[in-house]
Every structure is written in structure tokens, then in C-alpha cells.
């Protein structure tokens, strides 16, 4: 899922391309991608963009005719920036969006359409779609604990709740964490003064740096790369791996269709988490620890 800083990198690419320029055509493949009725995406062909937004992890292009074409790639959506008039004829291709220079296409990997696109008018229901989390990058530190302590909650969904923070998702909330050191599923109203320092700063720091990293990517080529599981990443998608830091395999939580991945060694003193699957599955032969894991590896 693209996050804070694949979004950003977006909106950039995005500014130097069809900022200050008409929109000449929109073509729906896919009926299933736009997700309201009124105002009608043609009824804003031959209006130019005049500012470009991220709500979340959604991409807002906001027109002269103060209608807002609000895109949500989600899991598996990916924008590409392709000649002028390019065909959308793959199973994948949902939509295209036409400017002078050249056509915004927007395509889907799989079978679940869960890409969105709302097209609203003015600011009122634009902010509708704002799930209301806090923007870390703008936030004081004050503010930053105030929202992760208002509820309960493991620091892992605390940080992916789009309702207390904005633009986090699941790969850069496990680099977060590892980077300040925090087991997943700390709760967050016991955690010390000291670990949401740490975490704020982590936070601040890890979103800061990926961004950098994407846009150094990407040049002054449009973004493709836009992925969820990056080289450089400390412990997200790489399981089984050594740490970067201790050098201890990367361990995982698995839930429904994603994965928590951490280092027990730099985040949970050693202690494994259970996973689900498999401690339902082994019951009391669950290792608690890295050296019973190691210890249960060499018995096989």
C-alpha cells in the first residue's frame, strides 16, 4: 500500500507534470473505481489543475471548477505517466486521466478492485474524506502523545490507524518501530515518556529519510517503483533475514492477509511474539525466546 512517502513522491512528480495544465479526457475502464455518482468526472474535462493535495494515503487534484478528483491507490494501485493518449486495454488498467503532455493512468495487480476514486466539489466534501489522524511531519511533540495516548491500543495500530495518524501503513509502521527500538504490541497508554520520545522521533526520522530516498529514485522520472517492500528496509518484508543492526533473523506476526515483522533481539528483548497460525498450531511448543528458536531449528 502506498504510504506517506510514495504519496509524496507522487504528488511532486505529479506537480512538475499537470500543475497549471487542462484536463483533455478521462476514460473509466473499470466501473468499480469510482466511487460517487455526482459531480461526473467528464463534467471537469477542459478545467486545469490547480493544486495538488494528500489526504492520508490518498492523492487530491484540485481543479479551477473547485471539483477534487481524489484518488486512493490501496494495496495494489499504481500511477503511471505515459505518452499522451495511451491505450488502457490490460486486465489491470482502470482509468486514464489525459493532459497535454501526457496520460495519468492508474492500474491494479489481482483480482480485488479496492482502488478508489471519489470526484467531489468544494472544500466541505473534500475534507469529508479526511479520516481526521494526526500529520506527524507538522505536529508538535505534545500533540504527537496527546493522540497516541487519547485510547489503548499496541503502538502498531495506533501508528496504521488512519483516525490518529496520517499516511502510516504497515511496511514503514515495522521500520518505525524498529528504529525506536519498541515491540509492536506495546499499549500505548503504558508506554514511558522516554519510548514515545523515542517513537516520535523514530517516526519523524524514518518517513523523513524514505521520502528522501523515493525521490532520489525517482529523479526526475515519474515514480514506478512505488512498492511495499524496498531494499534498505531494516525488517519489513524480511523475514527470516539478519537484522541489519544484531544480525538476528527477523521474526513475524501474521493477521488476515498482512504481517507484522520485528527483531526480537533490538525490539523485544529477545522475547518472540506469537503468531497466531502458529502457536495455535504448536500449542506449548511455542518458543518463547531466540535461543529456543535456535534451539528447536537445530532439533529438525
Known amino acids: 500500500m502506498s504510504e506517506l512517502p510514495d504519496i509524496a513522491v507522487y504528488i511532486e512528480a505529479l506537480e512538475s507534470r499537470i500543475l497549471g495544465t487542462p484536463l483533455e479526457g478521462f476514460r473509466l475502464k473499470s466501473p468499480f473505481l469510482l466511487r460517487t455518482v455526482q459531480p461526473k468526472p467528464q463534467d471537469t474535462v477542459g478545467s486545469t489543475v490547480t493544486r495538488l493535495r494528500r489526504i492520508g494515503k490518498r492523492i487530491a487534484v484540485g481543479f479551477d471548477n473547485d471539483t477534487w478528483f481524489v484518488l486512493h491507490p490501496m494495496i495494489a494501485g499504481r500511477l503511471h505517466w505515459k505518452a499522451a493518449g495511451a491505450k488502457i486495454a490490460t486486465k489491470s488498467d482502470l482509468a486514464a486521466f489525459d493532459f497535454p503532455d501526457g496520460s495519468l493512468t492508474l492500474t491494479e495487480a489481482g483480482s480485488k478492485k479496492r482502488a478508489a476514486l471519489h470526484v467531489v466539489a468544494g472544500s466541505?466534501?473534500?475534507?469529508?474524506?479526511?479520516?481526521g489522524g494526526l500529520e506527524i511531519m507538522d505536529c508538535t511533540a505534545v500533540a504527537f502523545r496527546t493522540a497516541l495516548t487519547a485510547s489503548n491500543h499496541t503502538v502498531k495500530r495506533a501508528l496504521t490507524d488512519p483516525r490518529i495518524f496520517s499516511g502510516v501503513g504497515n511496511a514503514y509502521s515495522d521500520e518505525i518501530l524498529h528504529r525506536a527500538r519498541l515491540s509492536p504490541i506495546l499499549q500505548t497508554q503504558k508506554m514511558s515518556d522516554a519510548e514515545i520520545d523515542q517513537l516520535f522521533a523514530a517516526t519523524r526520522a524514518a518517513l523523513t529519510e524514505w521520502t528522501g530516498r523515493l525521490r532520489a529514485d525517482a529523479g526526475d522520472k515519474f515514480p514506478e517503483k512505488v512498492t511495499g517492500f524496498r531494499d534498505g528496509m531494516a525488517v519489513h518484508g524480511r523475514y527470516k533475514e539478519p537484522c541489519p543492526d544484531c544480525g538476528s533473523p527477523v521474526q513475524r506476526i501474521r493477521y488476515a492477509s498482512n504481517e507484522t515483522n520485528y527483531c526480537a533481539q533490538c525490539q523485544t528483548g529477545g522475547k518472540l511474539l506469537a503468531d497466531r497460525?502458529?502457536?495455535?498450531?504448536?500449542?506449548?511448543?511455542?518458543?518463547?525466546?531466540l535461543t529456543e528458536l535456535e534451539e528447536m531449528a537445530l532439533k529438525t
Open 124 to 131: 466541505n466534501a473534500l475534507d469529508a474524506l479526511n479520516s
Open 277 to 289: 497460525s502458529m502457536s495455535r498450531l504448536l500449542k506449548s511448543d511455542w518458543p518463547k525466546t
